[in-house]
């Protein structure tokens, strides 16, 4: 009888985790498996699949005289300077607030932290649409403002800055949210015995605050960067690449050769998009390696 109460209960876990598993075999690990397999394919997601090796993975890498070489080159970099512009400012700002946040003497802290997180509700399709409205050279209100008639999507870097706000419009709420739980946590007989030391208000953020909250900023941290390099609304809605696919991303590289007009290229937009998740990968790896380093410090 023992061991039959033992054996329900060591697989009554699976009734708990078994349909997410499943929902994550279905919808997230079959079609990452094919996906990689298409890479290695020249397909138009109509005629069958033909095997051709890392022939288009050659090309996107090595074929200086192909357009999905340029492409890829041109995405990658314009992704990774949405990834610079984007990631810090996620981070560190909600960050600085949620800090402040933290004294007893600021008042309407609620209201605050729910004005921060009222816009990551909003899609990201609806926000993109709001602020180009704010951003229309004749009749938004930043033109009417500063008495300007600057074309923002059409020129840069003003097409970066409104893509940049746009994009932190809806991201800084979530973090604000997460620091200020992970700070609520701390224990205040740490402050106070740092107040009795003569310790400062930075002092006391670098000793205490910021280490308190080391894994949630690991993962806002991860989880952030991951999201810019897979930006894509953003850009597609506020300039649609432009002007002269200075701020074309990856993915709305990939997406056009696989979804846009004419045959896809099914092929090699699913060679752009697994060199797109090594870099990912890449770049996680390290965030990882720096920061549990620096916490084992």
């Known amino acids: 009888m023992q061991k039959k109460e033992k054996q329900k209960k060591s697989y ?26 298409s890479s290695f394919t020249r397909w138009n997601l109509v005629t069958d699949q033909t095997f051709v090796g890392l022939d288009n993975y050659k090309t996107i890498l090595f074929n200086k005289d192909s357009t999905f070489y340029f492409q890829f080159r041109n995405g990658l970099k314009n992704t990774l300077i949405f990834v610079v512009m984007t990631v810090p400012f996620q981070i560190l700002f909600p960050l600085i607030v949620a800090t402040v946040m933290q004294h007893k003497g600021i008042k309407f802290k609620g209201l605050f932290q729910a004005i921060f997180y009222v816009p990551g509700l909003v899609s990201a399709s609806a926000g993109a649409i709001i602020w180009l409205l704010i951003f229309n050279p004749r009749l938004g209100p930043i033109n009417n403002l500063f008495n300007s008639d600057v074309v923002w999507t059409a020129n840069q870097p003003y097409a970066w800055i409104v893509i940049f706000v746009m994009s932190m419009w809806g991201a800084i709420g979530g973090h604000l949210v997460i620091y200020r739980s992970a700070m609520a946590g701390v224990s ?50 506020a300039t649609n690449g432009g002007p002269e696919q200075s701020t074309t991303v990856l993915m709305m590289y990939i997406r056009n050769l696989a979804f846009g007009s004419g045959e896809s290229i099914a092929g090699i937009a699913s060679a752009m998009a697994v060199l797109l998740g090594l870099v990912i990968l890449i770049f996680s790896f390290f965030q990882f390696i720096v920061m549990t380093r620096r916490g084992e410090r």
Do not use: C, W
């Open 12 to 37: 009554s876990h699976l009734a708990f985790i078994g349909p997410h598993l499943i929902i994550f075999i279905i919808f997230s690990l079959i079609p990452i498996i094919y996906g990689i397999y």
């Open 188 to 237: 205040e007989d740490l402050y106070e015995a740092a107040d009795i030391d003569g310790a400062g208000s930075i002092r006391k953020f670098f000793s205490i605050t910021l280490p308190s909250i080391r894994f949630p900023l690991f993962y806002t941290f991860i989880m952030s960067t991951a999201g810019a390099f897979n930006v894509y609304v953003q850009p597609l809605m």
